[in-house]
T-cell receptor
């Protein structure tokens, strides 16, 4: 089967950098994606890694290592508005399988 | 960008009644639409995948007869919760995927529907 593990909660300070890790088990996938969801809102797409390495999009970066079955989302210059849940997802040919999500708390 | 709408945003219904939720892709044609269920502070649980003009594919453990999905056009999918009970109360979110390989990894989510069954 396919499964993903990510920490349930992470706390960081405004202005700092935080890394949210995601490990997975799968028999095959196209890539790893990341979504952000604020309380009561819909998930929004953040980043996608089809290949190993780092993808950078502004303050957000995502990394994938297929050999280690591991990826992470890196958020820099944290802002209070970044307080949200973050989901990693395995992209397969017919769907995305999501992890349980990491709730990011940001302290002023 | 691609926009997906959902209607209604909130619905309260009595136990035993049926509720229909609509999901529309507003500015693109959605070849595939997905329906998720989410409990408070929990993950997105995929319920079913629907392709336009064909029957939905349900995930294991999801009752087909209870959660009826119709994807009649490339811009509209509906989820009907039949004979709703309080345990069906949840946040239901749809998402859509459009044409082309470039959008394979990106799903566009609707704003969700909060269903409360009393």
């Amino acid at each position: 089967g396919q499964s993903l593990e990510q920490p349930s909660e992470v706390t960081a300070v405004e202005g700092a950098i935080v890394q949210i890790n995601c490990t997975y088990q799968t028999s095959g996938f196209y890539g790893l994606s990341w979504y952000q969801q604020h309380d009561g809102g819909a998930p929004t797409f953040l980043s996608y890694n089809a290949l190993d390495g780092l993808e950078e999009t502004g303050r957000f970066s995502s990394f994938l290592s297929r050999s280690d079955s591991y990826g992470y989302l890196l958020l820099q210059e944290l802002q209070m508005k970044d307080s949200a849940s973050y989901f990693c997802g395995l992209v397969t040919h017919d769907k995305i399988i999501f992890g349980k999500g990491t709730r990011l708390h940001i302290l002023p | 960008g691609a926009v997906v709408s959902q209607h209604p945003s909130r619905v309260i219904c009595k136990s035993g009644t049926s509720v229909k939720i609509e999901c529309r892709s507003l500015d693109f044609q959605a070849t595939t639409m997905f329906w998720y269920r989410q409990f408070p502070k929990q993950s997105l649980m995929l319920m079913a995948t629907s392709n336009e003009g064909s029957k939905a594919t349900y995930e294991q453990g999801v009752e087909k007869d209870k959660f009826l999905i119709n994807h009649a056009s490339l811009t509209l999918s509906t989820l009907t919760v039949t004979s709703a009970h309080p345990e069906d109360s949840s946040f239901y979110i749809c998402s859509a995927r459009g044409f082309g390989g470039l959008t394979l990894y990106e799903q566009y989510f609707g704003p969700g529907t909060r269903l409360t069954v009393t």
